[in-house]
């Protein structure tokens, strides 16, 4: 009995070391991934690297159907901005184009002083192309940043260059667009936490954000979104459909109207959009919650005053 218990200690053991090394493996790999990546790129450090136009008119000609997913993942999404083009701590942005959208998109060179303080955020008043307010208590647009104001502090929203004691890019109309709550809250958020918390543990990250317009439509029908970092270790490319649940959008003005049967997924590893009631002192509230895993209406908001 003594020798079967000893047997049997002596594979547990086994297992666990086995599990571990597997595990270390696993990180082991990712690293020496990563750094072929650095090794292989053979762009110049000027070439950021992006979107092709024809990834753009790809993206751009997709018609989202209710009840498919929000995120495509472009190039198995594997970021195609170059990670040797980071050289100064800055935000690159595009103009606005000849209908006043940030069409161009904008690219970030981040690092750990630019995560900013979101209780420093005031109310903004910047209305995008495509802009409608809400209307009857229900809360379909957001103004979007491009570049999140959590990752923008000490960047000057006129130069894009650092600047100390800048608290972050709030009401740019370079920054801005069109979009709607369920995916500036739920969905864009989970790519914006990864850049956050890659530059809070030291990496410098180039961050690109690019709305994506079908010919002269006023609200993107999406926005891509691509980091990495330096080292290599943060590498994603994605795009993010612009919908809102039960919610019929007009692109080319930015007009909607209510319809349940716009069921949009819920992807398990959305970040749920908080009730703003505790952290906003504006004049509006918004409150509710998308339900998991389809979500069929529009969460809600009320004035203040």
């Known amino acids: 009995m003594r020798k079967f218990f000893k047997q049997l200690l002596l594979l547990v053991v086994g297992m666990t070391i086995g599990v571990g090394l597997l595990v270390a493996d696993h990180y082991y790999n990712q690293e020496q991934e990563a750094n072929q990546l650095i090794k292989k790129e053979s762009r110049p450090d000027s070439q950021v690297g992006g979107l092709t136009a024809q990834q753009k008119l790809q993206l751009a000609n997709h018609t989202y159907q209710p009840g498919e997913g929000v995120i495509i993942y472009v190039n198995n999404g594997r970021s195609s901005l170059n990670p040797k083009s980071w050289r100064k701590n800055q935000v690159l942005y ?24 979101t209780n420093l955020r005031t109310d ?25 104001y959590s990752l923008t502090a000490g960047i000057n929203p006129q130069t894009g260059q650092y600047s100390a004691g800048v608290v972050g890019d709030q009401d740019n109309p370079r920054n801005l667009f069109t979009e709607t709550d369920f995916v500036n809250q739920e969905i864009q958020t989970i790519y914006e936490t990864k850049v956050r918390h890659a530059i809070e543990h030291g990496q410098k990250v180039i961050y690109q954000a690019t709305p994506i317009f079908r010919g002269n439509e006023l609200v993107p029908r999406g926005i891509n979104l691509q980091a990495i970092s330096t ?14 649940p039960g919610v019929v959008i007009n692109y080319r003005d930015g007009s909607y109207y209510f319809d349940s049967t716009m069921a949009v997924p819920v992807p398990p590893n959305a970040e749920p959009a908080e009730d703003s009631k505790a952290n906003n002192e504006g004049q509006f509230h918004f409150y509710g919650h998308y339900p998991r895993p389809i979500a069929r209406a529009p969460r809600h908001y009320y004035r203040a005053w």
């Open 94 to 117: 595009g103009p606005l184009d000849a209908q006043g959208r940030t069409s161009a998109g904008n690219t970030a060179f981040l690092e750990r002083r630019n995560h900013a303080d």
């Open 124 to 148: 903004q008043s910047v209305q995008p192309a495509g802009w409608h307010h809400n209307s009857d208590g229900q809360l379909v647009y957001n103004r979007g940043h491009l570049i999140a």
């Open 231 to 244: 080292d290599g270790r943060l590498n994603f490319n994605v795009y993010l459909q612009n919908v809102e």
